[in-house]
């Protein structure tokens, strides 16, 4: 860490910031130039961050040279993570194909669903039991009896599955029927959820807040990978954009953003960042050119009776064949869609 001292810092103000800084059992390097000093800051740069240097008098700036996220950063992890989501493989040219309904509505039409997405080709199935809508008088899902519907029908199609979890105190039932714990965007930034993830053993989809910065989302995973579970998908959303043509606007490079900056595998969902059909495919296709690990796609067999995010829905013949065109692009990547096969569902 840096700190540069404004030009009129007096010689008490500059004694006083190395005192500070040697209390922090840190070593203080004075470098005098002609117009301005800055002090090089040695040791564990972490034990200086949760400093307020700024407020110190004689302060102009403070430069940090390593990231504030330690666990997600390369520099932490040279080689891409591998996340296993019940035997499916998740980065490192394992590509997640995560597909299914916004929420459990009924075991048959989840059936019916599940059946077509694994034909297609994809290998982790979604649901959401707990929905976080915009209004309370809107559908919630299903709770526990969403969460028993999907475990059973991931069973019986031999798919792992994903499911949002919106609070803490439903971390450990949530855990005991998915095989993947979604934080959605609305949570990004709920620490006491990512703390209770955290400690959970189940891997974790965490999505990027509507308004959060890469490195928000960045430091969220770090919650997460602090608490001991290295586990961690991240999801590119979208971001609230002025443009109401679509949904959310897509954030595509913050793939290769990510991809220069952390190990942790990044997934794409096309479906929430347009909230269109028609977009869908090709803004799937873009999240692999990319260089994402996986896309996450709404299907639905009806999507006009679909109780959340219908209009955005593919149906199962519109989702086989974007699958198609992914599984054309993976391989040409040198890619592959990871093989259900061997995958447990719990
Ligand atoms: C969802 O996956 O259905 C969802 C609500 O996503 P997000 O948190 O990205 O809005
Ligand atoms: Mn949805």
């Known amino acids: 860490m840096i700190i540069v001292l404004k030009t009129n810092a007096s010689e008490e103000q500059i004694q006083h910031i190395c005192d500070r800084i040697e209390k922090m059992d840190l070593m203080a390097h004075l470098s005098r130039g002609t117009f301005r000093t800055v002090i090089g800051v040695i040791g564990d740069e972490a034990k200086a961050q949760v400093a307020p240097l700024e407020a110190l008098p004689g302060v102009d700036q403070v430069v940090a040279i390593m990231k504030p996220y330690k666990l997600a950063s390369l520099d932490a992890h040279p080689q891409p993570s591998v996340v296993d989501v019940s035997g499916v493989k998740v980065g490192g040219g394992n590509l997640a194909m995560i597909a299914g309904p916004c929420a459990v509505e009924e075991e048959e039409r989840m059936d019916r669903i599940a059946a077509a997405i694994v034909d297609a080709g994809a290998n982790i199935l979604r649901g959401g039991a707990f929905k976080p ?166 299907v639905h067999d009806c999507p006009e009776e679909a109780l959340s995010d219908g209009p955005q829905s593919l149906l199962p013949s519109q989702y086989e064949e974007v699958m198609q065109q992914m599984q054309g692009l993976a391989q040409l990547l040198g890619k592959q869609i990871s093989p259900l096969a061997g995958a447990i569902s719990s």
């Open 133 to 298: 809508r915009t209004s309370p008088y809107a559908f919630q899902g299903m709770g526990k009896e969403g969460l028993r519907i999907l475990r059973d029908v991931g069973q019986r199609h031999n798919i792992p599955v994903v499911t949002e979890v919106m609070d803490p105190r439903d971390v450990e039932l949530v855990a005991e029927y998915a095989d993947l714990l979604q934080i959605g965007a609305r949570n990004m930034q709920n620490f006491s959820l990512l703390k209770e993830v955290g400690d959970s053993t189940r891997p974790v989809l965490l999505k990027r807040g509507m308004s959060a910065t890469v490195q928000d989302l960045l430091m969220c995973a770090e919650y997460i990978l602090s608490k001991g579970n290295s586990q961690v998908i991240l999801c590119e959303r979208g971001l609230r954009g002025f443009d109401s043509y679509t949904r959310n606007l897509y954030d595509v490079a913050c793939v290769p953003i990510v991809k220069e900056l952390s190990h942790l595998p990044i997934i794409v969902d096309p479906s929430h960042a347009t909230g269109k059909p028609s977009l869908i495919p090709p803004c799937a296709l873009a999240g692999i050119a990319a260089g994402a690990d996986g896309v996450h796609i709404e």
